[in-house]
């Protein structure tokens, strides 16, 4: 995936193209608005919800977690991925953020001078 300015990257989310921030250091899986969340989740099949706290630089914030059966990331059908649903953005600017723990189960590289992120599923 070609990197744009700071860590956002193109990416197709659920069949739609978005751009999305990576944030290598968040363990949050996919998170994002609700409105972004509607638009992103026709037919996907929610397997588990509930509601958690999380911490944000300024206190503690709470949002919906669910657990999606399958979600399409790129070329990578992930299953039982995390969704974090929050009121608001995750962050100034950002509606969608990705968390490297979606990828738990592949080699994430990312060429910070040449703006390029790879993922391979194909490890060892």
């Known amino acids: 995936f070609r990197v744009k300015q700071g860590c956002f990257v193109d ?7 978005r751009s999305v921030f990576f944030d290598s250091g968040t363990t949050a ?3 994002t608005t609700e409105k972004t969340w509607q638009g992103l989740s026709e037919g996907l099949r929610v397997i588990d919800r509930k509601w958690v706290r999380l911490r944000k630089p300024h206190g503690f914030i709470v949002a919906e977690k669910l657990i999606v ?5 790129g070329d990578f ?3 039982k991925a995390n969704v974090i649903v929050l009121e608001d953005s995750p962050s ?3 509606d969608i953020l990705l968390g490297v723990d979606l990828f738990q189960q592949m080699q994430v590289t990312i060429d910070f001078a040449n703006n390029f992120l790879w993922i391979r599923n194909d490890v060892p």
Do not use: H, K, T, Y
Request: with cysteine; proline share 0%.
């Open 92 to 94: 100034d600017g950002i």
């Open 69 to 73: 059966e399958s979600l399409l990331v």
């Open 77 to 79: 059908q992930l299953s």
């Open 29 to 31: 899986g996919l998170c």
């Open 11 to 17: 990416i197709s989310i659920n069949g739609q193209e």
